[in-house]
């Protein structure tokens, strides 16, 4: 995996995580669908393997 697919990888995670962020701070049926299609999305692009994801990754935090 290049260093860039990795980055590309880190801000997809990082946008996921915003989403979920929002939807906990702000629990509405809108927020959840959209976090749920942002998932599903990704999930789909996974599958499909139109993006890399890590086989192993180090969280620093």
């Known amino acids: 995996m290049s ?3 990795r980055y590309e990888w880190r801000d997809q995670q990082a946008a996921l995580h915003e989403s979920m962020k929002g939807f906990l701070a ?3 049926n809108e927020q959840l669908e ?3 299609a ?3 999305a990704y999930a789909d ?3 499909s393997g ?3 994801i890590p ?3 180090v969280a620093y935090g």
Do not use: D, L
């Open 3 to 5: 260093k860039s697919s």
């Open 26 to 28: 702000n629990p509405s």
């Open 34 to 36: 959209a976090v749920v």
């Open 38 to 40: 942002e998932m599903r």
């Open 45 to 47: 692009a996974a599958q």
């Open 50 to 52: 139109s993006i890399e």
């Open 55 to 57: 086989q192993r990754w």
